[in-house]
């Protein structure tokens, strides 16, 4: 069988059929574009079509092929954290777009937020705080691999930062409600990264009424959510204090990042 013919079999993404093919036969995928003629191994059909079943069966790519870009960083993403989404780089570049020398990420995962912006902001302290102990490991490691210092705290949201207060608190907090019916799709990603009980904004409550206390004077909390939940945000802001409230649009323009200041 040939690349071609190989990928027209699998019925998948013509993208992903090429990461899948270029990691199963350790070709580049600029490779696997050039030469579709090229015939594979059947040890080398074999790993692809394995790859393929996977995908076919939901599992995200990033999954399969151990990492995932975000922000120009090339992480390793695996079960115990949630794939970073595109959409979450709005989140970095309004961080960027602030004055900072302190900045929490609450629930980090992979450490993708927080790594994207202490790269940026090499100066900055950059602290990054999760309640598992398997995706504080996996951040932890991209962190290592990137050469980047990032203060880890264990522990879910502000518990571990008693006494300390920031110039930014950022989160992409579980923002789905139970019994979504998007649910399902989701399957392979950790639970507990998803949802956030009937509604999805137990977590961001508790974030909102926490956050004054650790922002710093006229320090700002940003919150990524999901869609149709911006007024409900920007209400739970007002009610924790929070001034200056706004919102900003992802790229398909749906409201996708909410936020406020404390005086």
Known sequence: MTVEEALRASGIDSREARLLLAAASGFSEASVLAYPERDLPAQTEARFQELVRRRAQGEPVAYILGRKEFY??????????????PETELLVDLALQREFSSLVDLGTGSGAIALAI??????????????????LAVAQRNAVRHGLEIEFRHGRWF??????????????????????PHLPDLGFEPRGALTS???GLDAIR???REAPRHLAPGGWLLLEHGVG???????LLRQAGLEDLQSWPDLARIPRVAGGKVK
């Open 72 to 85: 120009g960083l090339e992480l390793s993403v695996n079960p115990a954290v949630m794939v970073p989404r």
């Open 118 to 135: 202490k790269r940026e902001r090499p100066k900055a302290r950059v602290v990054a705080v999760e309640a598992s102990a398997a995706a």
């Open 159 to 180: 518990e571990p930062l008693a006494g300390e207060r920031f110039d930014l608190v950022l989160a992409n907090p579980p923002y789905v409600a139970e019994g979504d």
């Open 197 to 199: 009980g009937a509604d």
């Open 206 to 208: 508790e974030i909102a």
């Open 229 to 235: 939940q911006n007024a409900a945000i920007r209400a």
